[in-house]
């Protein structure tokens, strides 16, 4: 229980005190809350999902816009379909914070000539040539998408560019651009800070309310208390 005193023989109602007691809860709870390595990491991952939840809605949406150039990220003739991505999130949190990354996932739809050309996400974005033999047979047959005759051939066939003349390297640039020129514009527009503060400042109130039954001591660990709570709230999305 706080103790109050009279100074200069003025009964005081311990506002002194009281100050005292918020301003130590107001700092213990702003140094826990930005400061303390668990609470900083839920924060920032919280921030990094909405970021690269985002990222995936406007790839899908710059996909079916611009498919010549996407289409190697998602299952064939589904260009742009959130269900049929062949790319997934990564987050992964260090030190120095949360680090966002996409992997590819193989393909299982077949293309038009019925063959499942699994690893094409990672091979159409990475550029590389692709060697193409017969399985169980001596003989390639394929149609040539500009005049749709068709080869037969003994020999391998040689793809220099599987995907296409824009396709290498366009997811990694689309998602580098998106981070650096956007990502601070998503996190304002989902008015993620502001979701901080309003949590802080809903737990302010709560100890204002109750100040008067508690001492300096006290509000150092309600502070951190809230701070964890705090940080649980906003990192879900």
Same mark, same amino acid.
């Given at each position: ?10 009964? #005081?109602?311990?506002? /002194? ?6 301003? $130590? ?5 702003? #140094? ?6 668990? @609470? ?25 816009? @611009? /498919? ?9 003739? *589904? ?18 914070? #949360?680090? =966002? ?8 739809? /077949? @293309? ?6 699994? &690893? ?24 040539? &998408?500009?005049?749709?005759?068709? =080869? ?26 998106? #981070?650096?020129? $956007? ?38 660990? $309600?502070?951190? $208390? ?5 940080? *649980? ?5």
């Amino acid at each position: 229980m706080m103790s109050y005193r009279k100074k200069g023989g003025v009964d #005081t109602g311990g506002f /002194p005190e009281k100050i005292i007691a918020l301003t $130590q809860y107001d700092t213990c709870l702003l #140094t826990a809350l930005h400061k303390r390595p668990h @609470n900083k990491m839920l924060i920032e991952r919280g921030a990094a999902e909405i970021v690269a939840t985002y990222f995936e809605e406007y790839m899908d949406a710059r996909a079916r816009s @611009n /498919p010549e150039k996407f289409h190697h990220v998602y299952e064939f003739d *589904q260009t742009g379909d959130r269900d049929k991505r062949l790319f997934k999130k990564n987050l992964s949190s260090t030190p120095e914070g #949360t680090i =966002i990354s996409f992997s590819f996932r193989p393909a299982k739809r /077949p @293309n038009r000539q019925g063959y499942v050309f699994a &690893n094409k996400a990672s091979i159409m974005e990475a550029g590389e040539t692709v060697i193409v033999r017969p399985k169980s047979s001596k003989y390639l047959m394929y149609r040539i &998408n500009e005049t749709g005759a068709f =080869i037969k051939t003994n020999k391998p066939s040689v793809i220099r560019n599987p995907g296409g003349a824009s396709v290498k390297g366009s997811f990694k640039n689309e998602f580098e651009n998106f #981070t650096s020129i $956007q990502a601070k514009r998503v996190l304002k527009e989902y008015r993620y800070f502001e979701r901080i503060e309003k949590r802080i400042k809903e737990s302010r109130s709560i100890v204002v309310a109750r100040i008067n039954k508690s001492n300096i001591s006290s509000m150092v660990a $309600q502070a951190n $208390q809230d701070a964890s709570k705090i940080a *649980q709230l906003v990192a879900v999305i």
